[in-house]
């Protein structure tokens, strides 16, 4: 299983997941739940959600994040949420600060989950 977890400064879980270029992404054993490792995603400036979902030509062309089963983040809008459920990948928001920490909150069931945020239209 693959769970990755938006951290823009590379040390606490941050928010708006849609306008991250950086998430760490756990490899974590299926049989035990324990995590096996961790690497940092860094994405090109064409391949942030938020651009790719409003500015491509072709929004769902392969992407790292539509790799991981579950992304864990501090915010997210709904029709975030929707876009990556069509790829496959759940959206968990939190306000857990520690990224390993939420990784291991949510392989215990033990992860305090939010809503996603709704976007005000003018």
């Known amino acids: ?11 606490q879980v941050t928010g ?14 299926g ?3 324990q995590i096996i490792d961790k690497e940092l995603l860094e994405l090109p400036k064409e391949d942030i959600l938020h651009i790719r979902f409003h500015s491509s030509d072709n929004p769902y062309a392969d992407h790292p994040i539509f790799d991981v ?3 864990i983040t501090g915010g997210a809008g709904q029709g975030f949420v ?4 069509q790829q496959g990948v759940q959206v968990i928001i939190v306000n857990e600060q520690d990224p390993e920490h939420a990784v291991v909150k949510y392989l215990e069931g033990s992860l305090e989950l939010l809503q996603p945020h709704t976007h005000k239209r003018p």
Request: aromatic residues 8%; hydrophobic residues 45%.
């Open 69 to 71: 089963d579950v992304l």
């Open 31 to 33: 049989d035990t739940n």
């Open 16 to 29: 708006h997941a849609g306008k991250t270029s950086r998430f760490w992404v756990f490899n974590v054993d």
């Open 82 to 85: 929707n876009r990556l459920a």
């Open 1 to 11: 299983m693959k769970i990755a977890v938006s951290s823009q400064n590379k040390i």
